[in-house]
């Protein structure tokens, strides 16, 4: 048995012959089923009538030369020449709209283009954003995010930098969070915290609810709630950390936990928050390490309270700042 002609052929037909849609009975009967049916023919008289438009071929133009030569050789060759074009040019626009009207039939036009919507918060200050799947993030200074609903493979796309707490929305479609080196962290349903700054060495992730997974090539860790995941970008290995999950996004109420944490990162985090730059010699930047809260408001506050937690001095001249040692040794002769 010969398989029926689809109706996009009668509609092809129909159109480039001409013809009234009562000479084709199978054209008629599918307009008759269903009143979408009409509107879908009519959407596709409507491409075929607008790439009519292009069908005006060019005016022809004789140079002057042309005036020495006989007129009726020339009239001859005005007409020939007349018609190749126009020919030509409905050919090819008849091939267009042909192409046209297919690509639509196909429902080629009716797909869904991905679209990617930012946001960031600049240093100096937080910022709240829903994503438009409903998800809630608030981001910390410093930090941009890039969410993509991507339509073919059915994946919310995150690419992320800086540092955010996360409330992704319950949906179908997974939350896959991509950063730096690779590493990628799928979420289900969920609260979480993640420090990715592009200048720190560990990226990481702190749970609250739900599940989350980090992965890296052949590497895979399932999180549990209230643990403390990290990713070391030159060894490039994931573990747990015996951390206290809640002190990771201490930074939503402006406290600072610091769990042995070295002078410099201290330096790194308070010209994100401050919108600052600290300069601090290299050779005792990582040597002194702190433990404990800060919660002071001023930046004044906290470097008075550094100075009196470890040996060190600091001046302030606009928006820069220089930490120095008070045990700095005089230079030998």
């Known amino acids: ?38 509107l879908e023919f009519e959407r596709y008289r409507k491409i075929w009538k607008e790439s009519s438009r292009y069908k005006d071929p060019d005016t022809f133009d004789a140079v002057s030369a042309w005036h020495l030569i006989d007129d009726q050789n020339f009239n001859r060759m005005k007409k020939e020449r007349f018609a190749s074009k126009f020919l030509y040019s409905v050919y090819g626009i008849a091939a267009a709209g042909l192409i046209l009207l297919v690509l639509s039939l196909s429902g080629l036009f009716d797909k869904p283009i991905d679209s990617t919507a930012t946001f960031s918060a600049a240093y100096g200050s937080n910022a709240s954003a829903v994503l438009p799947d409903g998800s809630h993030v608030v981001l910390n200074a410093g930090s941009t995010l890039a969410y993509t609903f ?27 969070i991509k950063l730096a080196e690779g590493l990628q962290v799928r979420v289900w349903g969920t609260s ?5 700054y592009g200048n720190e060495e560990i990226i990481e992730a702190s749970l609250v609810e739900g599940k989350i997974e980090m992965t890296y090539s052949n590497q895979r860790l399932m999180m549990k709630p209230g643990e403390v995941a990290s990713f070391d970008k030159i060894t490039h290995n994931i573990k747990l950390e015996k951390r206290i999950a809640s002190h990771a996004y201490g930074w939503l109420d402006n406290k600072l936990y610091m769990d042995n944490m070295s002078l410099a990162q201290v330096c790194r985090y308070l010209e994100r928050r401050y919108d600052i730059k ?56």
């Open 150 to 176: 991507m339509h073919k493979e059915k994946i919310r796309s995150v690419d992320f930098k800086g540092e955010g707490f996360f409330h992704v929305a319950k949906d179908k479609n997974p939350f896959v």
């Open 278 to 333: 600290i300069s601090i010699l290299p050779y005792f930047a990582n040597s002194i390490h702190y433990s404990g809260v800060l919660e002071e408001e001023s930046l004044t506050e906290i470097l008075n309270a550094l100075s009196r937690l470890s040996a060190i001095d600091y001046s302030i001249k606009g928006k820069n700042i220089c930490i120095t040692s008070k045990n700095v040794l005089p230079m030998q002769k």
């Open 192 to 196: 979480f915290n993640i420090q990715a």
């Open 1 to 38: 048995m010969e398989d029926k002609d689809p109706i996009s052929n009668h509609i092809i037909d129909n159109l480039t012959s001409g013809d009234a849609v009562e000479k084709d009975s199978v054209l008629l009967q599918w307009l008759s089923e269903d009143e979408t049916h009409k």
